[in-house]
């Protein structure tokens, strides 16, 4: 099987869904915790571990979650509800704040690929196709200094 | 890079000045950009300037290469935290890997 080790993503054509596929070298059971682990969870979420502030978390089936990221004094509010967790998938809603009538419905799956690597497949279905473009388009207002830097610090530090 | 010369074209370095990278770099992202038909560098007097080729340009593509960038650097982080973890069992945190001064979550983003 290849193996999927850069993030592919890819939006749906005839449905307001974006898949994510990525292999990571862990079990299931560790990127589960990964996932539902608030201490573990917000060292990876935001850019700095001090910049997510996780305020309710209860990660289990008919749970709750809500954090709070903060950027340059200004911070950013996400919530939603632990539909559902087993050993191999979460499901689970997703609000930004700063649009509180948009919803998420957010999938992911944990492929045991064997020999301690794991494939972490995510789909998220939001409700209009405007959704999804405001969705992706979001990064624009990041500003043009944000703008691919990450991309560009890739390329010059040649991970790309 | 392409929000810049969306604006109007822009000389090499010009395109570096808000990056604080190097000028190799933008050549080398350039490069990326010129292969993918996105920008190309008409001939003119020196220094050439860069150009946004706005009919290739597919907003949406360009949407999800940001977003599948910053899913990235996300699941790298999220790499590091994985290799600090010990089999199953609840092990110390030895605290976040890469800390790239990347941009916060500011933009509702899969968590």
New interface residues.
């Given amino acids: 099987m290849e193996k999927i080790t850069e993030a592919v993503i890819e939006a749906d054509p005839k449905l307001p869904i974006i898949r994510m596929t990525r292999d990571f070298t862990a079990t299931p059971a560790q990127l589960l915790r990964a996932h539902t682990d608030p201490e573990l969870f917000a060292q990876w979420v935001g850019p700095d571990a001090l910049s997510t502030r996780i305020e309710r978390w209860d990660a289990s089936t008919g749970g709750s979650w809500r954090y709070v990221a903060e950027h340059d004094g200004t911070e950013y509010a996400f919530h939603g509800c632990f539909h559902e967790i087993r050993p191999d998938r979460i499901v689970q809603t997703f609000t930004f704040e700063g649009d509180p009538d948009g919803v998420a419905l957010e999938t992911l799956w944990f492929e045991d690929l064997g020999e301690g690597r794991t494939r972490l497949r995510a789909q998220s279905l939001v409700d209009s196709f405007e959704s999804r473009d405001a969705w992706l388009r979001s990064g624009m207002e990041v500003g043009v200094n944000q703008g691919y830097a990450k991309l560009e610090r890739m390329l010059a530090d040649g991970t790309v | 890079?392409?929000?810049?010369l969306s604006e109007g074209d822009a000389t090499v370095s010009q395109l570096a000045e808000?990056?604080r990278?190097?000028l190799q770099?933008?050549y080398?992202?350039l490069r990326?950009l010129e292969d993918a038909g996105l920008v190309t560098r008409p001939p003119g007097p020196q220094p050439r300037s860069v150009r946004l080729e706005v009919q290739a340009l597919d907003?949406?593509d360009v949407?999800?290469?940001?977003?599948?960038?910053?899913?990235?650097?996300?699941?790298r982080?999220?790499?590091?935290?994985?290799?600090t973890?010990e089999g199953?069992e609840h092990g110390e945190?030895h605290?976040?890997?890469h800390?790239?001064?990347?941009?916060?979550?500011?933009?509702?983003?899969?968590?």
Avoid: N, T
Avoid at chain 2, 1 to 4: D, G, K, L, P, Y
Avoid at chain 2, 63 to 75: F, K, L, N
Avoid at chain 2, 77 to 83: K, M, T
């Fill in positions: 890079m392409v929000a810049r808000p990056y990278m190097s770099a933008v080398k992202h990326v907003l949406l949407w999800i290469e940001r977003h599948r960038s910053r899913v990235e650097q996300r699941y982080r999220l790499d590091a935290v994985l290799a973890m199953d945190d605290g976040g890997g800390r790239g001064r990347s941009e916060a979550a500011d933009h509702p983003d899969d968590p």
